[in-house]
């Protein structure tokens, strides 16, 4: 009796530790956007992905709306590990890699193709280096949309028409003056603040993706959309070298596949879903319009491919090259 209760010790004791070794592995992924928006609907597919590849051995655990922070923040959590993925424009990373304001400037990417050109080639290439320099892996680029400008005044169809407004910019200096250029009067509002700042007329005019415009309600605020296509906002799935290096090699590289496979779907999904909102915001009282001729708007800009990078400090006109040879 002694000796089985001695066999059945060694034998639990044994399956205890094999449950040790096997336990799942979990990724806290962070994203400011909310649950129906089509960057998270992306990045479940993600997590279903990270799932299939690894035999259910790892999970990703979404967590929307900016429960983890703001970007900043979430970035702030890369750094020290305490959370493991973000997906979030490099751009809050413009103190590690200030070359990324070029990219600002409105007009300089045309569309969905040209941007994944850009960021497949030489300036994604280097992006992804420099942040890897400073601990971040930067897994995949995402396209979101182009942005459009909504307003409380009247249509923008011309240039004439963006005199005068109040429109919020994030607190960027670069992106100051690239709006300055259009004659707007460009205020610096913290994203969770803007839907606020548009109701009580702090401002009266902003830019975003149709997607976030619908996301965060701004048809309830807003009455104009006019598509201008003038800006894409390069995005990536960023995971923090310490959480990284936590998996084993195997399903580092299944996590790292998992993020390119859903890049193909997640552009598809934003390209369908934004013809589907655009109808559900007429339905919601928006007043859209495409902006025909955009060359005066294009040759506002101009001025900024000496400014910017004056601003910047550093040699980016190879950015500028390498962006225009893709067209």
Not at 89 to 101: G, I, N, T
Not at 205 to 212: G, I, R, S, T
Not at 259 to 273: D, F, L, M, T
Request: hydrophobic content about 40%; aromatic content about 8%; charged content about 25%.
């Amino acid at each position: 009796m002694k000796k089985w209760l001695v066999v059945s010790l060694v034998a639990l004791l044994a399956l205890g530790t094999g449950a040790t070794q096997a336990k799942d592995h979990i990724l806290r992924l962070g994203i400011e956007h909310g649950p129906e928006h089509p960057y998270t609907q992306a990045m479940k597919k993600f997590a279903e992905l990270v799932s299939q590849k690894t035999g259910g051995k790892v999970e990703t655990r979404l967590y929307p709306s900016g429960q983890l922070g703001t970007a900043t923040e979430m970035i702030e959590g890369l750094r020290i590990g305490s959370i493991d993925i973000v997906l979030t424009a490099p751009a809050y990373f413009r103190s590690q890699v200030p070359e990324l304001d070029v990219l600002l400037i409105p007009f300089l990417i045309e569309d969905a193709d040209h941007y994944e050109k850009v960021m497949a080639g030489k300036v994604g290439q280097f992006v992804t280096a420099r942040l890897q320099e400073r601990g971040f892996v930067n897994l995949a680029y995402y396209y979101g949309g182009m942005r459009e400008f909504t307003n409380n005044r009247k249509p923008i169809n011309t240039l004439e028409d963006m005199k005068g407004l109040k429109m919020r910019v994030p607190g960027l200096p670069v992106l100051i003056k690239c709006y300055e250029k259009f004659g707007v009067l460009p205020t610096p509002v913290p994203f969770a603040d803007l839907y606020t700042s548009l109701q009580t007329g702090m401002v009266d005019a902003q830019e975003n993706p149709v997607a976030q415009i619908d996301d965060s309600k701004f048809y309830e605020v807003q009455k104009y959309l006019s598509l201008s296509d003038h800006q894409v906002t390069p995005v990536g799935l960023i995971i923090g070298r310490k959480s990284l290096d936590k998996l084993p090699a195997d399903f580092q590289k299944a996590v790292a596949d998992a993020a390119r496979e859903v890049g193909p779907w997640s552009r598809a999904n934003i390209e369908k879903s934004e013809k589907e909102t655009l109808e559900k915001l007429k339905a919601k009282g928006m007043q859209v319009n495409a902006i025909k001729n955009k060359d005066p708007f294009r040759k506002a800009v101009e001025p900024l491919y000496v400014e910017v990078p004056k601003m910047i400090g550093k040699d980016v006109s190879w950015i500028i090259d390498e962006v225009k040879k893709a067209r």
